[in-house]
């Protein structure tokens, strides 16, 4: 009996953190002005659901999904992230569309007049600034690229992983590292950064982000219309407006 | 266990009795200010050196972060006048850990010679000794036991330092992890096995120095 008040107790507390009316949506950090700002736009036609982001690195909203986080929906920077999901019984393979495109670019400091124009001149710098190459998307798509070129061997020593790729951006931003790889949208909203190169997408991984409606959505009755406002015509607008590139609904949709 | 992890328990011990051994004769020395003399600026000295204690550990990191930073004050000097990196390196880790623990350790130290009855140091005084010979030769030995207590209070806090650490030092596997950032990164990663298995040295290692901390506290004879 003790037990069951108890329980009850925690159970009234989460319902009491994801209010009605109140829909979650966990996004990688790279889509946090995009994100924001359709939140917004769809607030204003919907003004009874409040649209509450979550931003961090995909690996860290999927582990707080797995451990039980009131989360409608899950916005991922990579595809493998999502599948781990999938795979875990908490998303279903039907409800995962792929949205959005992006870019790796190279960038430093605006005032550094380092000379790197290419993969093979990032390994003459003391330090490189990336998301932490083990599981976040924006550090794993960059190993990716630099151990397709050979050269994360050589690489991988001088590197600092941050815990999302903002955290690497913010490093070069305040100058503790020579260069940072990051989105070229994370590039576009910083002032104190220029881009050196971009990434050949030959040589770049497929940067793909999909989005998903949880299994335990605490509210998915209105998680619903916006998960499919994220896949409309406004929200693409958004998206293009902050440098992504927005997947055709036709390609994935056999 | 891999011998990564054994480098990674052994990294941070070394760096935490680092921070111990550079912060110990600063300690000492601001303990000993703090316990038997009285001067202008106490309190406030006090209350700063209480703050790391209570303010965020984040926010203690920041701080560092900025000040030794390629572009900080300090750090900007550093590296022009001797090309001295400590941000992203093991240098910041031990700074960090000094930092978070040297509130701790001057807190015991000055408990410790606190405790020392005050007519010893008088009597020494009265039989000729200088200020000097009766701080190494009274106070200073019949405070070893809280001495040795604190030392490894200010090691257990320095090995479980998160907060600081992570702004300061980077999540650069081999180079500046120590096993907090660790359990946090494997965590992350998704390797819950590993992260289980670091929880559990760390809590090993922490039971340890507390039980030996205590041991010294209740006044063993060898000591």
């Avoid at chain 1, 940072?180 to 940067?207: L, W």
């Avoid at chain 1, 509210?219 to 927005?246: H, M, S, Y």
Wanted: a positive charge; one cysteine or more; aromatic letters at 8%.
């Amino acid at each position: 009996m003790k037990i069951r008040a108890h329980s009850w107790f925690i159970l009234s507390l989460f319902a009491a953190f994801a209010k009605a009316g109140e829909v979650r949506i966990a996004a990688a950090a790279s889509l946090s002005e995009a994100i924001t700002e359709i939140g917004t736009t769809y607030q204003a036609s919907h003004p009874e659901t409040k649209i509450t982001p979550v931003f961090a690195g995909s690996n860290a909203l999927a582990r707080q999904i797995e451990s039980g986080a009131p989360i409608d929906l899950f916005f991922s920077a990579d595809e493998k992230t999502m599948e781990g999901l999938v795979k875990n019984g908490l998303i279903a393979k039907e409800a995962v569309v792929p949205v959005l495109s992006n870019a790796l670019v190279v960038v430093v400091s605006r005032d550094s007049s380092l000379p790197i124009r290419s993969a093979e001149d990032l390994a003459k710098l003391q330090r490189l600034s990336i998301a932490d190459p083990a599981a976040v998307p924006a550090g794993v798509y960059a190993k990716t690229w630099l151990a397709g070129r050979g050269l994360w061997e050589k690489i991988q020593p001088i590197t600092v992983a941050a815990e999302n790729v903002r955290g690497a951006l913010a490093v070069v931003e305040a100058g503790n590292a020579d260069a940072a790889i990051v989105y070229r949208t994370d590039a576009a909203i910083s002032q104190k950064v220029k881009i050196a190169f971009d990434v050949p997408a030959a040589e770049s991984p497929s940067i793909v982000y999909p989005v998903a409606l949880c299994k335990e959505a605490p509210n998915a009755a209105e998680a619903k219309p916006f998960f499919e406002f994220l896949q409309g015509e406004k929200a693409a607008d958004i998206f293009r407006k902050r440098g992504f590139t927005v997947i055709p609904p036709a390609t994935v949709k056999p | 266990m891999t011998p990564a992890d054994g480098q990674l328990i052994l990294f941070t011990l070394s760096t935490a009795a680092m921070a111990v051994l550079v912060s110990f004769p600063v300690g000492i020395a601001v303990a000993w200010a703090l316990a038997r003399k009285r001067w202008p600026g106490k309190a406030l000295v006090e209350t700063l050196l209480t703050l790391p204690l209570v303010m965020p550990p984040v926010a203690t990191g920041l701080i560092l972060l900025k000040l030794f930073g390629r572009r900080g004050p300090v750090g900007g000097w550093l590296h022009q006048t001797f090309g001295l990196e400590v941000i992203f390196t093991p240098k910041a880790v031990v700074l960090a850990l000094a930092v978070m623990s040297f509130p701790l350790l001057v807190r015991s130290l000055r408990t410790a010679f606190e405790e020392i009855p005050r007519d010893l140091e008088e009597a020494a005084a009265t039989l000729g000794k200088s200020p000097r010979q009766v701080f190494f030769r009274v106070s200073l030995p019949l405070a070893r036991r809280g001495i040795a207590a604190g030392i490894i209070l200010a090691f257990a806090r320095a090995l479980g330092e998160f907060g600081a650490t992570v702004m300061v030092a980077g999540l650069i596997p081999g180079v500046t992890e120590t096993l907090p950032l660790a359990i946090y990164r494997s965590f992350q990663t998704g390797d819950d096995s590993r992260a289980w298995l670091l929880a559990g040295v760390s809590a090993g290692i922490a039971f340890l120095a507390v039980a030996i901390s205590g041991w010294f506290g209740r006044g063993k004879r060898w000591l």
